[in-house]
């Protein structure tokens, strides 16, 4: 009964470089979210995703971000240029879109920005 | 826009002294509630969720909430708590129809022995 699976675990990138972070969802839940979770704050709404569609990206940085959850595969974030500000815990959730269902998170990935 | 406040950004309690986490939101519309718990290194887990119905909601590890709309508030509660209770506590809501969480802050509790 595999719950939401992040990878990396952790993940250490140097500045300008780029971070793929990747998520995959329970099995049958069509509908992924990201959150972002900074020192001594809450998690911060990214993103909402269902197969192959962006449905709110409302909590996306306009530039160097962008996300994406294929037909086939994983959920993937990825953060381009990456500069030291971007380090944080990265959580993903799923959830099968019925109204009276909750959401699973993940373990996350933790990026350092070196 | 929605939004989540929680009152208390860190608490300490002694063991078997009684919890009450506050939680307060901002939205017109009708919404579901959830309390999450997050244990040092660990991922969110659910505590509790309110939907309809009663609007108080048992949930796992003894702990409570009361849906209070009036007051549009959800606060968590446990009489008694435990050292391993020790962990961050977010508040969260969405809308009725689904779509993201919106979380508070979070509230860290530090339970002495």
């Known amino acids: 009964n595999a719950g939401v699976m992040q990878n990396p675990r952790h993940l250490v990138r140097r500045r300008g470089q780029e971070a793929r972070l990747r998520c995959s969802p329970v099995k049958g839940h069509s509908h992924v979210y990201w959150y972002r979770q900074l020192p001594e704050e809450g998690l911060k709404f990214m993103v909402y995703?269902?197969?192959?569609?962006?449905?709110?990206e409302s909590g996306m940085p306009k530039e160097r971000f962008s996300a994406e959850f294929p037909k086939e595969g994983p959920s993937i974030l990825r953060i381009q240029q990456v500069v030291r500000g971007d380090s944080a815990a990265y959580f993903c959730?799923?959830?099968?879109?019925?109204?009276?269902?909750?959401?699973?998170f993940g373990s996350g990935t933790r990026l350092t920005v070196v | 826009a929605q939004s989540v406040s929680q009152h208390n950004h860190h608490v300490i309690l002694s063991e078997a002294a009684s919890l009450e986490l506050g939680c307060n939101y901002s939205?017109?519309?009708?919404?579901?509630l959830f309390w999450y718990v997050q244990y040092p290194g660990q991922h969110l887990q659910l505590l509790l969720k309110y939907f309809s119905g009663d609007p108080l909601v048992k949930g796992i590890k003894g702990f409570e909430a009361e849906f209070i709309k009036s007051k549009f508030s959800f606060n968590l509660r446990k009489p008694s708590v435990q050292w391993s209770d020790t962990a961050e506590y977010f508040c969260a809501v969405r809308n009725n129809q689904g779509g993201k969480l919106i979380f508070g802050q979070g509230t860290e509790l530090s339970v002495k022995p």
């Open positions: 939205y017109g519309g009708t919404v579901n």
């Open positions: 959730a799923s959830s099968p879109g019925e109204l009276n269902y909750g959401y699973t």
């Open positions: 995703l269902q197969k192959e569609n962006i449905i709110d």
